[in-house]
């Protein structure tokens, strides 16, 4: 028996999820089968794929077969795993040159547009797809990097992959997916002044654990959730994978139509209008069930910083460092040792008594003007106490920023303000936190090593990390914010 | 893709929770091309001290495990970033099966594209076996892919595996021939939403 013959399927008469009421996820998926297998696993199109520098495994293989990307006008190159984020004249690193200069051959060779080091619209690829009007709702979307969660915030079906799915996608549009189950997390009420969307998510994955959303795709839904910007929603969406979950999603809105609208690779114009009433039956039916329900009361939120080596490991900042003898679970208490001795940290330490090194602001996750401007807000007319890093998200966000004077705040208050990339987040492009030191992070991953080997890394919002700066230590922003916009 | 049908030797208790990604490879690494192999780098910052040198005490490098085809962790194995690049360094180490409670969704799909069987236990099944092999190191254990079994002293537990990577595992089919087969379908597919979704292709820029 033959692959093609065991797994034979019913060629486009996808199993929908019933005449009755439809989640938004159940919409997409919907929307994007090709074939079904008897066994629920499903041939999903592919609408839009970004690859980055990482996907060198994935043209090696495309090269070892036949060679053929089949739709490269759906795929699109973005240099920022490994650019630097000074000196980009003249790369000193031949091993972070060669694999810039891969992707530039890659995507060459295979008549995909790219977004390389030196183009103006360069970013990090979560922050460049939606300025750029790439990021729609109702797409299928893939890269081979998790947080490609991220563009969820516009309604759209996206996810990370590895590199054999990356070379799957180029050679054949489409991917095998196991339909996930669906969550859907609520959040009501009205948030306190400084408080926002990462201290959403990480209230979230604290209080579901980080596996808490594996085999899920999760809507997040709810006043508090609808009231965010699509700089907060993003923000959400891009830590789904920290719960476990492999997409995050947001039904469009008013909200959302508008962000997209002008945007260089949107539809415009009457194909723009078409497009919008298609996206406004996107959000899930009323009466739609869900496999799962959680739900959080936005005014009970307080800004939320982490404490150990996994994004679970997080509490609001007026508490302080968990005591592993407190735990009944001996394999738990060895781990919360493992993590408080690799953080450097005494249980019942005030988390506001942290000092910190050095702070990061940047990444996928909270590097786009609205953060930027979260941060400059709180620096304004302050001294940082420790030196820190500032890479905008893209070098849209940078040229912004400029023209709104927030890097001289920035670099008033003592930080450096640098190129875009993903720079200090995953450490690649040689920005990183020296060993043992501690650093307040708008990042997305406190993991062992993450930031550098040794790095001590607090998760936190852009405005917690500006209140860590000036400080010197973990600190409630709330304070600071007052009488100020 | 290399068929697995089973394994059967020693078993490394690794017994950590929460190994992400970064762990099993270090961004650091993931420069190289995979053709000089990424075994090396397996678990890297944990498995050495900051002079590079390898502890002992640390499960891998302790002489009856270093060969170990089976690997056995807590829970959620593999989270974190999608670099397939820590399968490579689990797989070039010649590690063939993962028993873990539960596993990062995209690990675990980077697994089977490349011949490495994420098995899921019980997490008091996984336990007893870290506990057994703290007991007995040298332990023999069997894997067994068709009967979905890990057998071990005189115990046998079923694990569970998706079907349809069961099977992929069990023959060493390759995703994108079998896609391939698919194509009349893809190709219709593509045309009909073509016209019902002309939005989706990405416009020229204005």
């Given at each position: 028996?033959?692959?093609a ?13 019933g ?23 499903a041939?999903?199109?592919i ?37 630097p984020?000074?000196?980009r004249?003249?790369?000193?690193n031949?091993e972070?040159a ?9 995507t060459?060779?295979?008549g ?15 922050v ?10 109702g ?5 081979g ?6 563009h ?11 590199a054999?799915e990356?070379?799957?996608?180029l ?5 095998w997916?196991?339909?996930?189950r ?24 604290a ?31 891009n ?5 476990g ?19 260089p690779?949107a539809?415009?114009g009457a194909a ?7 996206w ?16 959080l ?5 307080a ?24 735990l009944?679970?001996d ?7 493992d ?17 910190v ?8 996750t909270?590097?786009r003007?609205e953060?930027?401007?979260?941060a ?33 705040i ?5 930080l ?9 987040c995953?450490g690649m ?9 501690r ?9 062992r ?11 936190m919002?852009?405005?917690m ?8 230590h ?11 916009s | 893709?290399k ?19 970064d ?49 056995v ?26 028993l ?10 980077n697994?089977?594209?490349n011949?490495?069987?994420p ?7 996984i336990?007893?076996l ?5 007991a007995t ?6 894997v ?5 079994t ?8 079923i ?5 349809v ?16 087969s698919?194509a ?18 990405p416009?020229?820029?204005?």
């Amino acid at each position: 028996m033959t692959a093609a013959t065991m797994i034979a399927g019913t060629p486009g008469s996808a199993s929908k999820s019933g005449a009755g009421p439809r989640t938004l996820f159940d919409k997409l998926w919907d929307a994007h089968v090709v074939v079904e297998r008897p066994s629920g696993d499903a041939l999903i199109w592919i609408d839009r794929h970004f690859v980055h520098e990482g996907s060198f495994h994935a043209f090696a293989q495309v090269a070892g077969r036949d060679g053929v990307v089949v739709e490269p006008g759906l795929t699109f190159g973005i240099a920022d795993h490994y650019v630097p984020t000074r000196g980009r004249d003249h790369i000193a690193n031949p091993e972070i040159a060669r694999m810039i200069d891969d992707l530039e051959a890659n995507t060459a060779r295979h008549g995909v547009e790219l977004f390389g080091v030196n183009d103006p619209r360069q970013g990090i690829v979560h922050v460049v797809g939606p300025e750029q009007g790439l990021t729609l709702p109702g797409l299928t979307m893939v890269c081979g990097d998790s947080h490609t969660s991220t563009h969820g915030a516009f309604g759209a079906y996206a996810f990370g992959i590895g590199a054999s799915e990356v070379a799957h996608v180029l050679m054949t549009q489409t991917l095998w997916q196991k339909k996930p189950r669906r969550m859907r997390i609520t959040i009501d009420g009205t948030p306190a002044p400084g408080v926002g969307a990462k201290d959403f998510i990480l209230s979230i994955i604290a209080k579901i654990g980080a596996d808490g959303a594996r085999g899920y795709a999760v809507e997040y839904a709810g006043e508090a959730v609808r009231a965010l910007s699509m700089a907060g929603r993003m923000t959400m969406c891009n830590m789904s994978i920290e719960a476990g979950a492999r997409c995050g999603l947001i039904a469009p809105d008013e909200t959302t139509f508008r962000w997209i609208a002008g945007k260089p690779y949107a539809p415009k114009g009457a194909a723009l209008e078409a497009a919008i009433a298609a996206w406004r039956n996107l959000p899930s039916d009323t009466d739609a069930c869900f496999d799962r329900e959680i739900a959080l009361e936005a005014a009970a939120i307080a800004p939320i910083v982490t404490w150990g080596t996994s994004p679970e490991d997080a509490l609001p900042i007026g508490a302080s460092v968990p005591d592993p003898a407190a735990l009944n679970d001996d394999g738990r208490a060895a781990a919360m040792r493992d993590a408080l001795a690799y953080m450097g940290l005494r249980p019942g330490q005030k988390l506001s008594e942290i000092v910190v090194d050095r702070v990061f602001i940047g990444s996928c996750t909270n590097a786009r003007i609205e953060d930027l401007r979260a941060a400059a807000s709180v620096l304004a007319g302050r001294k940082a106490r420790v030196p820190g890093l500032v890479s905008p998200g893209s070098s849209q966000v940078k040229r912004q920023a400029e023209e709104e004077g927030l890097d001289r705040i920035f670099i008033a208050a003592g930080l450096e303000w640098v190129e875009s990339g993903c720079s200090m987040c995953v450490g690649m492009n040689g920005d990183s936190v020296p060993s043992g030191e501690r650093c307040a992070s708008t990042t997305n991953r406190n993991f062992r090593g993450r930031q550098g080997p040794g790095a001590r890394t607090h998760l936190m919002s852009p405005a917690m990390v500006a209140a860590a700066a000036v400080t010197g230590h973990l600190t409630d922003v709330r304070p600071m914010l007052e009488g100020r916009s | 893709m290399k068929p697995l049908t089973g394994v059967s030797g020693p078993a490394c208790p690794l017994g950590l929770a929460g190994v992400d990604t970064d762990q099993l490879i270090p961004a650091r690494f993931m420069k190289r091309p995979r053709s000089e192999g990424y075994g090396g780098f397996l678990l890297h910052d944990l498995r050495r001290d900051d002079a590079g040198i390898e502890k002992p005490d640390f499960p891998l490098n302790r002489p009856v495990w270093r060969g170990a085809e089976i690997m056995v962790a807590r829970r959620n194995f593999g989270s974190g970033s999608s670099r397939e690049a820590a399968v490579y360094a689990l797989a070039d180490h010649g590690v063939r099966v993962v028993l873990a409670p539960t596993f990062g969704d995209i690990f675990a799909s980077n697994a089977v594209k490349n011949g490495l069987l994420p098995a899921v236990l019980d997490e008091a099944d996984i336990e007893d076996l870290l506990a057994a092999l703290t007991a007995t190191p040298d332990l023999p254990v069997s894997v067994d892919l068709a009967e979905q079994t890990v057998a071990w002293g005189n115990r046998a537990v079923i694990f569970a595996i998706d079907p349809v990577w069961r099977e992929q595992l069990l023959n060493g089919w390759d995703d994108i021939d079998v896609t391939r087969s698919f194509a009349d379908e893809i190709a219709r597919f593509r045309d009909a939403d073509g016209a019902r979704r002309p939005w989706a292709r990405p416009s020229a820029k204005a």
